[in-house]
């Protein structure tokens, strides 16, 4: 008998041992559940200007988070009723509130003295379709050079707090955001800056947070925690 020859024969008996093992023995090896993980919905519209997303979660019990802040969202900037254009980073008079950082103070380009109201906008979107239950909340908070009101789509507007047209001192910080209802689409966070004169400008620390159910129910009889287990029958 050749090498070749002994080679297949020794390959074949493998193989025939592997046939062999009985099927009880596969049966005994624990069968392990993978977490239930979101997964793509055709209805999702497309987000046509690829504003930044807060997307759905990846499995339950995760949670996502959008960062709006002056100085990490792109905001725009125009005299009320004029052209927008992006807004620039500005160097923080020493008389306004570092109290909001890693959040920067940003203003319009060319930085204007001018008496008047600027009117400042960014734009976020919130995915469709997502498979895991979720809430929806925004917190932050605002300052800026003198007065201003911070309005969330249609919702109530919230105005500077404290010293009335010294809204950039650490004592006007302004806080805003809740758990309202949040709808699927784009949003938009709008701020009106008046200057009363000299230089102007606007903070904000914002974030728009999703977290995902810890335990989805697929039917009355079958709920499902964030390992894959039932709850009503642990292994």
């Not at 709006?68 to 807004?87: E, F, I, R």
């Not at 203003?107 to 919130?126: H, N, R």
Request: charged share 10%; glycine share 10%; net charge positive.
């Amino acid at each position: 008998m050749n090498t070749r020859t002994r080679s297949v024969l020794t390959l074949l008996a493998a193989l025939l041992a592997v046939i062999a093992i009985p099927s009880t023995t596969l049966a005994q090896r624990p069968m392990r559940h993978r977490p239930i993980r979101q997964i793509g919905h055709p209805s999702d519209p497309v987000n046509p200007t690829k504003v930044p997303t807060l997307a759905c979660c990846h499995c339950i019990g995760d949670s996502n988070s959008l960062d709006l802040s002056t100085g990490a969202a792109v905001w725009t900037v125009a005299p009320v009723g004029g052209t927008s254009s992006t807004a620039v980073l500005v160097t923080p008079n020493v008389s306004w509130t570092n109290n909001l950082a890693p959040a920067k103070w940003i203003g319009p380009p060319g930085a204007p003295q001018s008496v008047g109201s600027w009117a400042y906008e960014t734009t976020f979107y919130v995915q469709q379709g997502c498979v895991i239950p979720s809430t929806i909340s925004l917190s932050g908070k605002f300052a800026a050079d003198n007065t201003a009101t911070l309005q969330v789509d249609n919702q109530a507007p919230v105005s500077l707090q404290g010293t009335p047209n010294y809204g950039f001192l650490p004592g006007s910080v302004t806080s805003f955001g809740g758990g309202s209802v949040w709808t699927a689409g784009p949003h938009t966070i709008r701020v009106t800056v008046g200057n009363a004169g000299g230089p102007t400008g606007l903070v904000v620390s914002a974030t728009l947070t999703r977290k995902c159910t810890s335990s989805v129910v697929l039917d009355s009889r079958n709920p499902i925690d964030q390992e894959g287990n039932d709850p009503k029958n642990p292994r």
